[in-house]
């Protein structure tokens, strides 16, 4: 039997003691992966630890972050407790479809030709238009009732209201042979629940021009919305009239029905 020296039995100690190799475990001279050095990495605690302020460190101002998540009226200083709500309530609204200046309102083609057809030479009906701002629409409206001052930038508003509100506002105007607005009038369809979640055109804001009187074109509006009314699928109109006009609402096949009250809240 051989003998061994202390060193050489030192050496095969230290041999058998070492691990097996397994097949996951990393090869001689591989570096650990980004994940390992940095969970291993005795400084990967701090990230988590709590750090008071530095006062010395430069501070946005509330109303460039407000602006940033658009509600540029929030006060942050002043300790909002529901910040999501008021910036919905103060967020710029959605981009929206724009109407061009002389883009109809809606549809031609809903407008009557039957009524169309007995109109004066060279007038016709037609859509409301951007454009009519600057051809006698409000001028004409007055004639109703009190307009009061409207800047294009109010009735570009306006316009854009009822241009996203399809199907629900229909404002229909007449135009003579040169394009000028002499009469117009609205159709607006309210969604009910009734009668098999049908719809109701009530007829609005009949005008025609002090100029143009004698020629029946308000008859010819009335029924021009009443038609259309009916094509846009309401089972039946309303108009709001009166003892004196009465019988002209009655010429377009209007009936007396009920008693229809009123509550103004400001004064016109």
């Not at 409207?150 to 996203?164: A, G, Q």
Request: charged share 25%.
């Amino acid at each position: 039997m051989s003998k061994f020296t202390e060193s050489e039995v030192a050496v095969t100690t230290t041999k058998l003691r070492s691990p097996i190799p397994t097949a996951n475990a990393p090869k001689p001279g591989r570096k650990p992966s980004k994940i390992v050095r940095a969970i291993t990495n005795p400084s990967f605690g701090k990230l988590f630890e709590y750090k008071e302020p530095d006062p010395n460190t430069k501070r946005i101002e509330d109303s460039r972050v407000a602006a940033f998540f658009g509600a540029p009226n929030i006060d942050l200083s002043k300790g909002t407790t529901n910040v999501n709500a008021a910036i919905t309530l103060n967020s710029p609204p959605l981009r929206t479809p724009s109407l061009g200046p002389e883009e109809p309102l809606f549809n031609p083609e809903l407008v009557s030709v039957e009524v169309e057809s007995k109109l004066p030479e060279g007038y016709r009906l037609r859509p409301l238009e951007r454009s009519d701002y600057h051809k006698g629409f409000l001028m004409v409206q007055s004639c109703l009732s009190s307009v009061g001052h409207v800047s294009e930038e109010k009735w570009d508003e306006r316009i854009e209201f009822l241009y996203n509100h399809k199907g629900t506002y229909y404002v229909v105007c007449m135009v003579d042979g040169n394009g000028t607005v002499v009469s117009n009038g609205t159709l607006m369809v309210e969604r009910k629940f009734v009668h098999g979640m049908s719809s109701v055109g009530h007829i609005q804001d009949i005008a025609v021009a002090k100029n143009q009187s004698g020629k029946n074109l308000g008859l010819r509006m009335l029924t021009a919305l009443d038609y259309l009314a009916r094509d846009v699928g309401c089972y039946k109109t309303v108009v709001t009239s009166t003892e004196a006009n009465e019988a002209f609402h009655a010429q377009a096949g209007f009936r007396r029905r009920g008693l229809e009250m009123s509550h103004h809240h400001f004064r016109d």
